[in-house]
């Protein structure tokens, strides 16, 4: 399983999509969190806050086991799921060593 990590050190900026350039965390809207097209999940390491069918049907564990695993690692779980093109950004938290995970992929 290949993937391209990216790592946004600015808590306060926004997320693009790297293929369309949309907002996908824009911090101005209520509703922060806008999936885009190409958007496969926005995960915490406290827990998924979005997620596809489509990377979910690959995903080792469903989000729901996950969810109630003791030993969940979010980061571990995304990028074992086989999916071709993924692209994550990574941005910290800032708190305690947490981190957002949003991947993104031109294939649907
Ligand atoms: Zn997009």
Redo the contacts with the bound molecule.
């Keep these: 399983m290949t993937y391209q990590l990216i790592q946004q050190s600015d808590l306060s900026a926004n997320i693009l999509?790297p293929?369309?350039q949309?907002h996908v965390v824009d911090w101005t809207q209520e509703q922060y969190i806008q999936p885009?097209?190409?958007?496969l999940f926005i995960a915490m390491d406290l827990g998924f806050e979005f997620v596809t069918d489509r990377f979910e049907a690959n995903m080792l564990q469903s989000v729901d086991e996950l969810h109630e695993d003791d030993e969940m690692n979010i980061f571990q779980a995304i990028t074992t799921t086989p999916y071709p093109q993924l692209t994550i950004i990574q941005t910290d938290l800032g708190v305690q060593n947490l981190f957002r995970y949003i991947g993104f992929s031109s294939v649907s």
């Design positions: 999509c293929i369309c949309h885009c097209e190409h958007t």
